[in-house]
């Protein structure tokens, strides 16, 4: 069965400093892998997606993320940090059989002190 | 652009009630939806997907009795809760592909409180 991990419930960065969340997956087959956020009182943001094609996915906002076969991970980074990233960070799978239904991590809040 | 709305977007009922949240999408039609639930700071719990002009699939352990679907038409999905108790209070937010970009865009979600 698909499923994700994410090693750190909560990541604390001052704003101005990389930014790292941690992400493995388990997976029988290529796995299509996913960053949403979600801010408070809005509906969850699709931040970039992982569907085999160049294993260094750009996303929006700054954001990026690389697969990694051999670590079975798909960290997400940022260079620098802004305040108005603070929010929830979900890594998610898709499911084999139907890619659009989605199993999600546990989720990491990021805070960014100024 | 492609949006998905939720309504109401907090509702507060009494034990033993029923609660209907709707689900559109607007711009575009959406054959599948899906419905989550998320505890307090915990993640989105899959609980059904819902298909326009058949039975709603229910993940395991939700009692399809309990959470009614109704994939009315290609805009628009209903999860009705039933006999709500306390334990059915929650964040509701469902999704819909929006298949021109590859992409599920989820609701802004419904926040129900039983009292």
């Known amino acids: 069965a698909q499923s994700v991990t994410q090693l750190d419930s909560h990541v604390s960065v001052s704003e101005g400093t990389p930014v790292l969340l941690r992400c493995n997956y388990s997976?029988?087959?290529?796995?299509?892998l996913f960053w949403y956020v979600q801010h408070p009182n809005k509906g969850l943001q699709l931040l970039l997606k992982?569907?085999?094609?160049?294993?260094l996915v750009k996303g929006i906002n700054g954001f990026e993320a690389e697969f990694k076969k051999s670590e079975t991970s798909f960290h997400l980074t940022k260079p620098s940090a802004h305040m108005s990233d603070a929010a929830e960070y979900f890594c998610?799978?898709?499911?084999?059989?139907?890619?659009?239904?989605?199993?999600f991590g546990t989720g990491t809040r990021l805070q960014v002190f100024p | 652009g492609a949006v998905v709305s939720q309504h109401p977007s907090w509702v507060i009922c009494k034990s033993g009630t029923s609660v209907k949240i709707e689900c559109r999408s607007l711009?575009?039609?959406?054959?599948?939806m899906f419905w989550y639930r998320q505890f307090p700071k915990q993640s989105l719990m899959l609980m059904a997907t819902?298909?326009?002009?058949?039975?709603?699939?229910?993940e395991q352990g939700v009692e399809k009795d309990k959470f009614l679907i109704n994939h009315a038409s290609l805009t628009l999905s209903t999860l009705t809760v039933t006999s709500a108790h306390p334990e059915d209070s929650s964040f509701y937010i469902c999704?819909?592909?929006?298949?021109?970009?590859?992409?599920?865009?989820f609701g802004p979600g419904t926040r129900l409180t039983v009292t």
């Open positions: 999704s819909a592909p929006y298949l021109v970009r590859d992409e599920q865009y």
């Open positions: 997976s029988s087959y290529s796995p299509s």
């Open positions: 992982y569907t085999s094609a160049a294993t």
């Open positions: 998610v799978v898709s499911d084999v059989g139907n890619t659009d239904k989605l199993i």
């Open positions: 711009d575009f039609q959406a054959t599948t």
């Open positions: 819902s298909n326009e002009g058949s039975k709603a699939t229910y």
